[in-house]
């Protein structure tokens, strides 16, 4: 009986986090609340300390738009996307408002939108890709 209830708590936690969309990062967050799903993040906080960031596999030719916002009380927050290779391909630092950017993938391969600071406020980043 017991290791039904385990068996079906992990195929549960695994079924859940293959449909919210997968983050990752490093962070300490005060007082949050958080969304994520397959095409955005979005935060509010009282005190954000860290970096949280999503993977995207996109194909050459690609094109990535991506949406952000910001609410700043106090502190520093960086959004980026980082290509395969480690580059920082699009940097936007302390927005007061809502920003769009299109890139398009140059190489094969995992790209990263990060968000990271030391910060008080909140953020929402959105994103769609197409070939």
């Not at 996307?81 to 140059?106: C, F, H, R």
């Amino acid at each position: 009986m017991k290791r039904k209830i385990v068996l079906i708590a992990v195929l549960t936690l695994a079924i859940l986090t293959v449909l919210t969309g997968c983050t990752e990062g490093r962070y300490t967050a005060i007082m949050s609340l958080e969304r994520n799903s397959e095409n955005a993040m979005e935060m509010s906080y009282f005190s954000f300390d860290g970096y949280k960031q999503k993977s995207l596999n996109l194909d050459q030719g690609d094109e990535l738009e991506i949406t952000m916002e910001m609410t700043t009380d106090e502190g520093e927050l960086t959004i980026s996307v980082i290509g395969p290779d480690g580059d920082v391909l699009y940097e936007a630092e302390n927005i007061g408002e809502k920003v769009q950017s299109t890139l398009v993938a140059d190489q094969d391969g995992t790209y990263r939108i990060k968000v990271e600071g030391n910060h008080k406020g909140g953020f929402k980043v959105s994103w769609d890709y197409a070939s």
